[in-house]
C-alpha cells in the first residue's frame, strides 16, 4: 500500500499544461533553499490557477507517479 506525502513550501513558476476537458497544471513548489519539487495538479486545477499565486505558501498532500512526479491531490493555502 502506498503513502502520501505532505509537502509544505512556496509555489513558484506556474505553468498550464493543458486546458482542453481535464486542465492540466504544473508548478515547482521550493520547500527550503535546497529541495525543489516540480508538482502536477489536475484535481481542481482550474481553482488552484484562480487561488495560488507564485510566492504564496501552501500545504500539498499527494503521491509519485511512476515517473516520479508528484501527483497533488490536495492542498492548502496558508
Do not use: D
Amino acid at each position: 500500500m502506498e503513502k502520501g506525502i505532505c509537502l509544505k513550501g512556496s509555489v513558484e513558476k506556474i505553468k498550464v499544461l493543458k486546458l482542453e476537458e481535464a486542465p492540466l497544471i504544473r508548478f515547482t513548489l521550493t520547500v527550503n533553499e535546497v529541495y525543489k519539487e516540480n508538482c502536477l495538479i489536475k484535481s481542481n486545477a482550474l481553482n488552484f490557477l484562480y487561488l495560488v499565486t507564485e510566492g504564496k505558501t501552501i500545504v500539498l498532500f499527494g503521491k509519485r507517479n511512476k515517473r516520479n512526479q508528484f501527483i497533488v491531490q490536495k492542498y492548502h493555502i496558508m
